[in-house]
């Protein structure tokens, strides 16, 4: 009777774990489904709109995104948001919004892709690219689960168009420990945290 007991608890507790990550897969697919959407629509509309209601992002479904860290580069709030934690890393909130800033007003500007994943793989993996977490050579997975959740839940209010600009509209950034050729061509327009911020003089990107 003791073995009949435990077998029904352990099938009790294989269902429910299966029927937990079965929600999860649920809202994530959500997630990415949504994301493809408002991205499209900033991309074709230069962010200017809000979302309907039911296309905005919920933090469980944000949260259920690339779990581990390790998910492909493949759906917009696992870029953004992998963008967010590794250029970033031990910044606050205020530094961190400010590369979403950065990434969204990218989308779809003249001279930058018009997916989030395009904006932050141009270039190479190896060698020029834009953002140097993703060409420095090194493994682009998450390493601390609590930054990272930080970063999906600042990547669901930037997709949701729920973040303030605090870049003034900035295309360009770098870190302040760097002084880069190209920031002589461009209008700086402010620091935040551990970076300064730039756009073009005429707002066309080069």
């Known amino acids: ?118 904006v932050v793989t141009q270039g190479r993996e190896e060698g020029a690219c834009q953002f140097s977490w993703w060409c420095d050579g090194r493994p682009d997975d998450a390493e601390e689960e609590k930054s990272y959740e930080i970063a999906k839940e600042i990547a669901r209010k930037a997709l949701n168009r729920q973040l303030k600009d605090r870049t003034g509209e900035a295309l360009y950034f770098h870190h302040r420990r760097v002084n880069p050729d190209w920031s002589a061509e461009y209008l700086k327009t402010t620091e935040v945290g551990e970076h300064i911020f730039y756009k073009p003089h005429g707002g066309e990107a080069m």
């Open 1 to 118: 009777m003791r073995y009949i007991w435990i077998a029904a608890c352990l099938a009790i507790i294989l269902l429910a774990t299966g029927l937990i990550s079965a929600d999860q897969e649920q809202k994530a697919e959500t997630a990415e489904s949504k994301a493809a959407v408002l991205e499209q629509k900033a991309s074709a509309e230069g962010g200017k709109a809000s979302p309907m209601p039911s296309e905005v992002i919920t933090k469980p479904e944000a949260q259920a995104v690339d779990p581990a860290g390790q998910e492909r580069l493949d759906d917009a709030v696992t870029c953004l948001s992998r963008t967010i934690y590794w250029e970033t890393r031990g910044e606050g909130v205020a530094g961190m919004e400010a590369i979403a800033n950065v990434v969204m007003n990218r989308l779809g500007h003249e001279g930058f892709p018009n997916t989030i994943c395009g």
